[in-house]
């Protein structure tokens, strides 16, 4: 592949990573900053505060583009030493923002019956889930951090 095609492939991988990134980073934060009003509450008002979350499994397809578009800007930056350091921190974020998924936030919808029945173990799990969706929600910042800063190291290398 010649120069102006690998440049046009990062300029296209550094966009859907900041558009995926980005996208993923929403929900995610709402996750974060509803935290504070939902962990204390009463059983039965979790309980129905939880239904919310119907048909966010949709946005499976943004968590595959962050993926997807992460690990192709890390390749097609690979060989510029600093937009690599910062778009390889992306990737790890994400890989382990959907560790966390799958290690403590999913376990605890599948204990719940995805928060339609409250187990006698249900404020261990509550805590469980949203704590560690605070953890993916700070990931996914620092991710998207990171793609900017890839972004920005790749402007400062190119003269105006």
Known sequence: MDTAAQSEVARRARFLALLFVALALGPSLAHLLEL?????LPREEYLVVQQIYRGWALLAFVVVG???S???LAIAVRRHENEFAAAFSAL???VAAQAVFWTLT???NQATQNWTVLPENWIA???QWEYSHAAAALLNLTAFC???VS???QARAKPL
């Open 36 to 40: 504070p009003n939902k962990i204390g």
């Open 66 to 68: 962050e993926f997807v």
């Open 70 to 72: 992460t690990l192709a």
């Open 92 to 94: 790890l974020c994400v």
């Open 106 to 108: 999913f376990p605890a």
């Open 125 to 127: 799990l509550r805590n």
């Open 146 to 148: 990171a793609v900017l």
């Open 151 to 153: 972004v920005f190291a």
